[in-house]
Nanobody, 123 residues
Framework: VQLQASGGGLVQTGGSLRLSCAVSGRTFSSYIMGWFRQAPGKEREFVAA????????NYADSVKGRFTISRDNAKNTVYLQMDSLKPEDTAVYYC?????????????????WGQGTQVTVSS
């Protein structure tokens, strides 16, 4: 399974970006998909997760109400729509795939990772 994240860039405070993560492999629809981020000098942190059907979604408190995770199983792709961006959202964003829904908040539960895409929010 390979994950390819894209869509990062430079945006002003209050702006929007949509990240995409294309996943190879025929078992995409069975995976829990998550987004994590890591800012310079900080530990990686959970951002959002979505279950296989897309019905159950979870968010970090810091992004709740501003970010939306979604998936298209027909396209083997998961998305992260980021609105009302703040400078503190600046980080490298990673998508990841996990088979254990109970571990969806924990990076160590995810078996497959994408390469990361840089998001920079200017003030």
């Amino acid at each position: 399974v390979q994950l390819q994240a894209s869509g990062g860039g430079l945006v002003q405070t209050g702006g929007s970006l949509r990240l995409s993560c294309a996943v190879s492999g025929r078992t995409f629809s069975s995976y829990i998909m998550g987004w994590f981020r890591q800012a310079p000098g900080k530990e990686r942190e959970f951002v959002a997760a979505i279950n296989w059907s897309g019905v159950n979604r979870n968010y970090a408190d810091s992004v709740k109400g501003r970010f939306t995770i979604s998936r298209d199983n027909a396209k083997n792709t998961v998305y992260l729509q980021m609105d009302s961006l703040k400078p503190e959202d600046t980080a490298v964003y990673y998508c990841a795939a996990n088979s254990d829904y109970s571990g969806r908040y924990l990076g160590e539960s995810y078996k497959y990772w994408g390469q990361g895409t840089q998001v920079t929010v200017s003030s």
